[in-house]
């Protein structure tokens, strides 16, 4: 079945310090969208992507999503300690939401 | 704002037993869905739910688990006989249209 990997499992910033995940996917994608899961929480939409080599902001966040809708991008520029959490990317496929395993921010005390 | 509500907010039941999970969608939503994420891992897509039947289900899904939108307002997922392995944090999520689903706060089941 469609899988989207996402990577890095972790990624460990001082306060300040930028961060980005990933997500790939070996088939095209009609949709990628992000969610952010705070610590004991439940994922929250940020956003959508549909097109190809789209780029949104968000503040200080930035998607993209690839020219051949294969990969997607979130940076998050000069993390802060509310941006803690998992950020999961997830395709929509049908009636379902298929997910990546999730980026943990982790902000180095 | 709206938001989706769920209850109880920690279940804890023995292997074997059978476990109702609540959820009160938003009101004018249409679609509704429940994942399951066990303890620090990824999301998982169980069912999803449309006019009054299930739309899609995943591999998870086994014939121990059933839902239900008995009153115009409740969505439940019901686990018949649950296992060790159910122990997880279960959310339901709506959406009206369009591709934003919110998801309600979860229930904590741990199994023993």
């Known amino acids: 079945g469609q899988q989207v990997m996402q990577i890095p499992q972790y990624q460990h910033v001082q306060e300040g310090e930028d961060f980005t995940t990933y997500c790939n996917s070996s088939?095209?994608?009609?949709?990628i969208q992000w969610y952010k899961q705070r610590p004991g929480g439940h994922p929250v939409f940020l956003i959508q992507?549909?097109?190809s080599g789209e780029v949104k902001k968000q503040k200080r966040l930035t998607f993209q999503f690839g020219e051949a809708k294969k990969n997607s991008s979130l940076h998050i520029t000069a993390t802060q300690t509310t941006d803690v959490g998992t950020y999961f990317c997830?395709?929509?496929?049908?009636?379902?939401?298929?997910w990546g395993a999730g980026t943990k921010l982790i902000i180095k005390p | 704002e709206p938001e989706v509500t769920q209850t109880p907010s920690h279940q804890v039941t023995q292997m074997g037993q059978e476990v109702i999970l609540r959820c009160v969608p938003i009101?004018?939503?249409?679609?509704f869905y429940w994942y399951r994420q066990i303890l620090g891992q990824k999301v998982e897509f169980l069912v999803s739910?449309?006019?009054?039947?299930?739309?899609?289900k995943s591999e998870i899904f086994d014939d121990q688990f059933s839902v239900e939108r008995p009153d115009g307002s409740n969505f439940t997922l019901k686990i018949r006989s649950t296992k060790l392995e159910d122990s997880a944090m279960y959310f339901c999520?709506?959406?009206?249209?369009?591709?934003?689903?919110?998801f309600g706060p979860g229930t904590r089941l741990t199994v023993t």
């Open positions: 997830a395709h929509r496929l049908n009636y379902q939401l298929i």
């Open positions: 088939t095209t994608l009609s949709n």
């Open positions: 739910f449309y006019n009054n039947e299930i739309s899609e």
């Open positions: 999520a709506s959406i009206l249209d369009g591709h934003e689903q919110y």
């Open positions: 992507l549909v097109k």
């Open positions: 009101s004018n939503h249409l679609y």
